[in-house]
């Protein structure tokens, strides 16, 4: 009986060992996590528009601010009258590409490095909106109501071989490019009722995508595989997020409150 009794303690020792050891090797790996989300790598940053410095309510003066992922050292870099927003970083993180304007509407499309020297207006005749750079940091792609309706076109960095890419008489917009930069979503009404189309890099086979009564137009984003396309989608008065294939099969609503915009891929695999 007492050799049971000592066996029985062994036992629950050895387990109490066990037990313990993989306590000590989760807290290890949650102290991990902690300190990766506590302190963001360097080259990581978020730019983004704000009226916070304001001198007054009515002198809309929106401008550029760079920030870390954590929200800490803000720092302004556009200082000029009028509407900066609608930034963008270049792919290798080196320049941001954004809209000038009067009032937040179409502007004029600006450039400049990421600390702020450089800033350069691209286009003067303020028709412009929603400039983005292609995968490869050669070109942007950007809508515009220049020519009467908003369409889709891309430029060179420097503003020049500018070429239009859609041409109907309805408003085209939103241009965002595929992860590998040979398709391009954009939104357009040209049947009546706002819808995601994709076409080809050179403004070749433009396809719909969505075909629903919702209002599909809010800036769609391809998936880092380029197999989805997540947008905004406006049904029964309220802005959700939708998930669909780029065939347009498997429309999922994701969110159901009130108002949700802009949704936007992180690089990663998809489950
Ligand atoms: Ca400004
Ligand atoms: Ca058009
Ligand atoms: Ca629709």
Redesign the pocket.
Known sequence: MKRFVRGFFVIIFILSVIIVGIGCKNTGEDKQVTMIKAVPTKEAKIVFASDKDRISNQDNNYEIYIMNVDGTAQVRLTDKPGVDNAPCFSPDGTKIVFIHSSDGGNGNICIMNVDGSGYTELTDDSYYRTPRFSPDGSKIIFSSMRDKDFNIYLMRLDGSKQSRLTDEPSEERYPCFSPDGSKITFTSNRDG???IYIMNSDGSKQIKV?N?????HGEPCFSPDGSKIVLS?MLNQTTNIYLTNIDGSEYTQLTDNVENWSPNFSSGAIN
Not at 212 to 216: I, R
């Open positions: 009722n706002y819808e969505t629903n009564p919702g209002v599909d989608s």
